[in-house]
T-cell receptor, first 113, second 111 residues
Framework: AAGVIQSPRHLIKEKRETATLKCYPI?????VYWYQQGPGQDPQFLIS???????DKGSIPDRFSAQQFSDYHSELNMSSLELGDSALYFC????????????FGPGTRLTVT | EDQVTQSPEALRLQEGESSSLNCSYT??????LFWYRQDPGKGPEFLFT???AGEEKEKERLKATLTKKESFLHITAPKPEDSATYLC????????????FGKGTLLTVNP
């Protein structure tokens, strides 16, 4: 079965640089979520989109922005990167605006040096 | 504020030694209690969704149950390949879509 696709899988950036993470949801899923997971931590919700509109917002820094496109893929844009942004970033997708379970992608490991 | 607390933080079992993981939650108008399995460096893998107290779901050696205040993940006769971090997450009612995760239980099953 098709799963959530994330790219790139690994990314190394320097402080103050920008990064763009991409997420391709499971076919027919209309809702996308972004989570950040630090080392040894649980996933923390950042932001979600339903039918290309922002549906919920969590602890996402102002330096980060995201959007969902007409083909339902989503991009997380991160600017002025800080050392503390180093983490695993997961994208998840679900059907019908979150009424059903969320399926997670393999994640993007971002390292800021 | 929504809270999800998992215990124990870590659990070491011998192969075949059954046990349970606990997830207690404080969520307004719960609209789903989710269990995930996560291997190191990988994305959480969906296991179960529970919606109402008294509900139970099973998959192979795992069974999840739900009460009004907590959920249990029972592991029967575990095998070494069951070793992973098990995450519990809750979704509140209304238009919020996010999951609030617990910190997980790291399960190690020794052969």
């Amino acid at each position: 079965a098709a799963g959530v696709i994330q790219s790139p899988r690994h990314l190394i950036k320097e402080k103050r640089e920008t990064a763009t993470l991409k997420c391709y949801p499971i076919p027919r899923h209309d809702t996308v979520y972004w989570y950040q997971q630090g080392p040894g931590q649980d996933p923390q919700f950042l932001i979600s989109f339903y039918e290309k509109m922002q549906s919920d917002k969590g602890s996402i820094p102002d330096r980060f922005s995201a959007q969902q496109f007409s083909d339902y893929h989503s991009e997380l844009n991160m600017s002025s990167l800080e050392l503390g942004d180093s983490a695993l970033y997961f994208c998840a997708s679900s059907l019908q605006g979150g009424a059903y379970e969320q399926y997670f992608g393999p994640g993007t490991r971002l390292t800021v040096t | 504020e929504d809270q999800v607390t998992q215990s124990p933080e870590a659990l070491r079992l011998q192969e075949g030694e059954s046990s349970s993981l606990n997830c207690s939650y404080t969520v307004s108008g719960l609209r789903g209690l989710f269990w995930y399995r996560q291997d190191p460096g990988k994305g959480p893998e969906f296991l179960f969704t529970l919606y109402s107290a008294g509900e139970e779901k099973e998959k192979e050696r795992l069974k999840a149950t739900l009460t009004k205040k907590e959920s249990f993940l029972h592991i029967t006769a575990p095998k070494p390949e069951d070793s992973a971090t098990y995450l519990c997450a809750a979704r509140r009612g209304g238009s919020n879509y996010k999951l609030t995760f617990g910190k997980g239980t790291l399960l190690t099953v020794n052969p």
